[in-house]
């Protein structure tokens, strides 16, 4: 694959991609801040989110929700996200709308804390805490994250709580918070541009040196808090169940495994989809296919970088099985895994998996965002390209010997839900 | 390679906006009209760029097309092509999509079944064979029909133990009369799903699939030959069936009502306003987008900034007509803190009160049309984007310069327009209202806002 990559750094350390396409009149604009909810400190779990939160409120020159307005009345969609290790935002407009999405990314890239306001805080506090009890409180196994990474990483890890934080938390967030987590972090020593699509590039340059270029560089960035050195695998095994209101049972079975970018990643993915990534996958074939014992199966590797990265597996019990059975039946996909992963099996899933890329890859968003990602953990915006090198290498032998070694009883998390038994009488 | 940059080139003016650059014209793939010997329509879009292509087969065989007491039949007949056909066993279409890279998604909604493949183009015409073999020669093996029945009654345990499908699903019923499809759920219900029999499945086949009901729809990076290749398994497909029934829709009631489904302990209320809205062919389609758009259509909309922005009260609100051949239902929906309930509702209804009571800003009107006419081309960035709406072109009977007016279209609709079709398609006053959330917390405010009788219903009595 070939995906055009032309990088350029600013004098403020401001890394910047570009990538062109004028197949179609759209460009993205994709911006990575190194910065996740690995940097909360103790007492403001929620707070990188919160922030993202607060840069759609305004900058200096950009009044109250107009940032969101500006792009949405080109014709334009935008949203950031974040996630453990970083927090983006991005922007997909139309190819004359390249200049507007720059000066807004620029200005609150910049000039934010003009515009920051209590009253400011205080709604997006409330959004957030409505964002909580919708994606989690008030949905079935919707804490299931949180409690996984709470039992995969220990209490000194950054990994150990959510992104989405703590009701106390969000409480306790105030502007000095918001203004030092600015000051600390959006800096363009700690952020990589990329803009991808159909713009020329010598006019791109010259307007992202124009917004962006007077910037002033910011300090160091403070090393991420707590122990990030980590064994890639836990010592011992840790179970926990859970009642709630869910209508079927489900186990998940989570493993430390190395971080996105080590040696060892790359089996581990091949072998999350081995196990569930579509119908001829191990786990699907047999617990859901022949044995009926689960209604669906799941497996995903975390591509997250600090330290060690996890790989978590569930399946929901079909109506009238006992869970238990159910976890049985996993391991024993689990251990027959490290024994007998076919190579025509880790084909299928590589090209599954280069497939899947190609398709993602056809909109500049998706392609600006993966640069800016490749930047951001690797300096490497080139692995765009080669990645999936290292995924064609890959012998059936290194899937076997990653499954024999990370994916056993003895350093799992198993977390169990329950329909909660209803009392008796009871509606 | 890493080239410091030494000076900014000129300062930056920061205070205003720049305007936009020249605009960069668009144009919707030309689109090409393929024969083949059974009639079936064929519609081809070149789109290059990566090496991908999307082949598409829509079938007018939905959830419109089943008996009342047979609810959930074309959903479970749509799950169960992929399951054996032609002989091959449904393990085996997996895996020999899945060695290809080939995608496969099949599916059923209230109109139409769908199947889809989407892959490399040296690999996607070698699973045509096997998408033309789910469509024409489904199996329905016994084993698969009682494994994808039990699946489908745990998908509807599962949803109702889910405040977002269960208010979903309510305010279906609470919307719809009893005699209109649309007021039950697509998937069907834990009543009648164990019903259904691999006889009728195989009747629902027979009854609805065949080449006066189907289109096909490629878009991709592939000459025109190579498309007419990847239909030829369709060419000898000669069943018939039958015309299809039009289903006539009837609100429930049109005096409006709110009723709670109660689930003590939640932190939130899923609500639901609602009530019959339009067709997807219709003459008002334009404006009728445009006025959502200001309404509930984009982030910045009337009732996102209202209820979000201005109130923190929830995390986000929409609102949206679902147009199909048939008038779906217009809905506004969102979750918010069991302690606004009945705030948020008021602001609901003050909003839907508003865009009737007023013609919209020039700026807003500008806006919307903008947003809307802006975000077209960004949703044909992928080759599945463009055969979504060529099978839209197909399944609606648009017309063939359909997509390339649309932008124009758009920005075409005017304010008095956008007044008349609010008053005209939004109807407040026959709205139903449902709410998933805890009644004992809510249920006073919401009969303070006299908004009609509140009904309190047990969640875990619903059949």
Redesign the interface.
């Given at each position: 694959m070939a995906i055009p990559i032309e990088r350029f750094d600013l004098a403020n350390g401001l890394r910047v991609i570009l990538s062109q396409d004028r197949r179609q009149p759209v460009v993205a604009v994709n911006l990575w801040y190194n910065v996740g909810s690995r940097n909360e400190r103790e007492g403001r779990t929620g707070f990188a989110h919160l922030f993202e939160h607060m840069m759609f409120q305004g900058s200096e020159h950009v009044p109250d929700t107009e940032h969101i307005a500006h792009i949405e009345r080109v014709g334009g969609s935008m949203n950031g996200s974040t996630w453990l290790d970083r927090t983006n935002y991005f922007e997909t407009v139309p190819a004359n709308g390249l200049e507007l999405a720059l000066w807004l990314e620029a200005d609150r890239m910049g000039f934010l804390l003009p515009a920051m306001t209590q009253e400011k805080l205080d709604n997006q506090r409330s959004v957030v805490q409505n964002e909580r009890r919708w994606r989690v409180d008030n949905q079935p196994y919707g804490d299931w994250d949180e409690r996984i990474q709470a039992l995969v990483y220990p209490p000194d890890h950054p990994y150990h709580h959510s992104v989405i934080g703590s009701m106390e938390d969000l409480d306790a967030a105030t502007l000095d918070d918001v203004r030092a987590f600015f000051q600390t972090f959006y800096a363009p020593n700690n952020a990589v541009l990329t803009v991808c699509g159909d713009f020329e590039t010598a006019g791109a340059r010259e307007l992202i040196e124009r917004y962006f270029g007077d910037i002033p560089r910011g300090p160091d960035v403070p090393a991420v808090p707590g122990r990030t050195d980590i064994p890639d695998r836990l010592a011992e095994p840790v179970r926990h169940t859970v009642e709630s209101d869910v209508a079927l049972g489900r186990a998940y079975f989570a493993f430390r495994i190395p971080a996105y970018g080590r040696d060892g990643f790359v089996a581990a993915d091949v072998a999350a989809n081995l196990l569930a990534s579509g119908k001829s996958s191990r786990l699907y074939r047999s617990l859901v296919r022949e044995r009926r014992l689960a209604q669906s199966v799941v497996a995903y590797a975390f591509p997250v970088v600090t330290g060690a990265a996890m790989l978590v597996v569930w399946a929901t019990a079909n109506p009238g099985n006992e869970l238990d059975v159910l976890e049985r039946a996993v391991w024993e996909e689990l251990e027959s895994l490290g024994r007998a992963a076919t190579a025509e099996e880790v084909e299928r899933a590589v090209t599954g998996i280069e497939s899947r890329q190609l398709i993602a890859l056809q909109q500049v968003g998706e392609r600006a965002d993966q640069l800016s990602m490749f930047t951001t953990f690797f300096d490497e915006p080139e692995r765009i390209n080669t990645e999936l090198d290292a995924y064609r290498e890959l012998t059936p032998e290194q899937v076997r010997r990653f499954a024999a070694e990370y994916l056993r009883p003895e350093s799992a998390v198993v977390l169990s839900y329950l329909p909660q038994k209803k009392e008796p009488g009871a509606a | 390679?890493?080239?410091?940059?030494?000076?900014?080139?000129?300062?930056?003016v920061?205070?205003?906006?720049?305007g936009?650059?020249?605009?960069?014209?668009?144009a919707f793939p030309l689109i090409e009209h393929l024969a083949l010997p059974n009639g079936i329509p064929v519609l081809f879009a070149r789109v290059?760029?990566?090496?991908?292509v999307t082949l598409s087969a829509v079938i007018r065989a939905g959830g419109v097309d089943e008996p009342t007491t047979r609810a959930g039949l074309a959903s479970l007949t749509g799950d169960l092509l992929?399951s054996g056909a032609a002989g091959s066993a449904?393990?085996d279409i997996?895996?020999a999509l899945?060695?290809?890279?080939?995608?496969l998604a099949v599916g059923s909604s209230w109109d139409f079944c769908h199947a889809e493949l989407?892959?490399?183009t040296g690999?996607v015409p070698r699973g045509s064979e096997i998408l033309a073999d789910l469509i024409r020669a489904p199996d329905f093996p016994e084993p698969e029909v009682e494994?994808l029945r039990?699946?489908h009654?745990?998908?509807v345990?599962?949803g109702?133990?889910?405040?977002?499908s269960l208010a979903n699903e309510m305010a279906g019923r609470y919307i719809f009369s009893s005699s209109t499809p649309f007021s039950r759920p697509l998937g069907g219900t834990t009543e009648t799903i164990p019903s259904l029999t691999r006889e009728d499945i195989a009747s629902f086949h027979r009854a609805n699939f065949a080449p006066a009901r189907t289109g096909i729809v490629i878009a991709g990076a592939i000459g025109r030959e190579e498309a007419e290749q990847m239909i030829q398994p369709f060419a000898e497909w000669s069943v018939t069936a039958g015309e299809r029934t039009e289903i006539t829709v009837q609100p429930r009631s049109r005096e409006r009502q709110v009723v709670i489904v109660d689930r003590p302990g939640?932190?939130?209320s899923?609500v639901r306003v609602g009530h019959v809205g339009v067709p997807r062919a219709h003459p008002d389609y334009f404006p009728i987008l445009v006025m959502n758009t200001v309404l509930g259509g984009?982030?910045?909309s009337r009732l996102n900034?209202s209820l979000?922005?201005?109130h923190?009260?929830?995390?986000g609100v929409s609102s949206a007509f679902s147009m199909r051949r048939a008038a779906g239902p217009f809905l506004v929906a969102t979750?918010?803190?069991t302690e606004v309930t009945g705030s948020a509702v008021r602001e609901i209804f003050r909003e839907l009160a508003a865009i009737r009571e007023a013609p919209v800003s020039d700026a807003e009107l500008?806006?919307a049309r903008?947003?809307?006419?802006?975000?077209?081309?960004?949703t044909?960035?992928?080759?599945?984007g463009v055969a979504s709406r060529l099978a839209e072109m197909v399944l609606y009977d648009l017309p063939r310069d359909y997509f390339e007016k649309y932008p124009g279209e758009v920005l075409a609709v005017q304010a008095d327009e956008v007044e008349r079709v609010a008053n005209q398609y939004l109807a407040p006053d026959e709205a139903a209202v449902v709410i998933v959330g805890d009644a004992a917390r809510i249920r006073g405010e919401l009969e303070a806002l006299e908004l009609g009788p509140v009904e309190v219903l047990?969640a875990?009595?619903i059949v």
């Open positions: - | 390679m890493n080239v410091p940059v030494e000076q900014p080139v000129s300062r930056a920061r205070t205003e906006p720049p936009p650059g020249p605009v960069r014209p668009f290059d760029g990566l090496p991908v992929e449904g393990s997996a895996d899945e060695r290809l890279g080939v995608q989407t892959g490399l690999r494994r039990s699946e009654v745990a998908h345990l599962q109702r133990a889910d405040p977002r939640s932190v939130q899923e984009a982030f910045t900034m979000r922005e201005r923190g009260f929830t995390y979750a918010v803190q500008v806006d903008n947003y809307v006419a802006g975000v077209f081309p960004l044909l960035q992928t080759t599945s047990d875990g009595s």
